[in-house]
């Protein structure tokens, strides 16, 4: 069974600095992974996939990089924002269950001004 | 463009009472459907998932059942309700592309 663990599990920095989330899985014939970002109490916002083919995505401020063959994936957020704050989660899609996601439990971001 | 709906945002109902949640997709046919959980402490949990009107998958055994009575509606249901049912309920979507899209959610607290 795919297990999915993103650290840390809370993380505050100041505003300006650039950070970076982790995720690791621990079955490595996903499909994609997806990071996605809540806000308290919301549904969650697609951030960015990456194919299992693709080494790395970019949205922004964002960049997203998988490496499968060691079950790791990292979110870097440049510049970080106090607008930033949120919870971000690392998710993977399999072969079965059609198709759903396997979550990690996020890491829950504080940006302080 | 795609929207996913969900209601009711919020429902506080005491232990033993029925349940329905829905959740219908626009702007898209035939997609794939999913039933998540977030409880308190836990990651999002698959509930249930649908490939097509009538199909229904469990991936949980729970007092929790789900039915596709049309393309793009999505019911979640109970006869009696648990404590442990509380929880951020999301319907989420997937059609041919690689991406899937969430709604805003449920918050079910059950008293």
């Known amino acids: 069974k795919q297990e999915v663990t993103q650290i840390p599990a809370a993380l505050s920095v100041p505003e300006g600095e650039n950070l970076v989330l982790n995720c690791s899985f621990t079955?490595?014939?996903?499909?994609?992974l997806q990071w996605f970002r809540q806000d308290p109490g919301k549904g969650l916002t697609s951030l960015l996939l990456?194919?299992?083919?693709?080494r790395e995505q970019t949205s922004g401020r964002l960049n997203a990089s998988l490496d499968k063959s060691s079950g790791r994936s990292t979110l870097y957020i440049a510049a970080s924002q106090p607008g930033d704050s949120a919870t971000y989660l690392c998710?993977?899609?399999?072969?079965?269950?059609?198709?759903?996601?396997?979550f990690g439990k996020g890491t829950s971001l504080l940006v302080t001004p | 463009s795609q929207t996913i709906h969900q209601w009711p945002a919020t429902l506080v109902q005491p232990v033993g009472s029925p349940l329905s949640l829905e959740c219908t997709v626009e702007?898209?046919?035939?997609?794939?459907l999913y039933w998540y959980r977030q409880a308190a402490g836990r990651g999002l949990q698959l509930l249930f998932y649908?490939?097509?009107?009538?199909?229904i998958s469990s991936e949980v055994p729970q007092n929790l059942s789900a039915s596709r009575p049309q393309d793009r509606q999505f019911i979640l249901s109970s006869k009696k309700l648990l404590l442990s049912d509380s929880g951020f309920y999301l319907c989420a979507w997937r059609f041919g592309g690689y991406e899937q899209y969430f709604g805003p959610g449920t918050r079910l607290t059950v008293t």
């Open positions: 990456i194919q299992s083919s693709q």
């Open positions: 079955d490595s014939a996903i499909y994609n």
């Open positions: 649908s490939v097509g009107i009538g199909q």
């Open positions: 998710a993977v899609r399999g072969s079965n269950s059609g198709y759903a996601l396997n």
């Open positions: 702007g898209t046919s035939n997609p794939n």
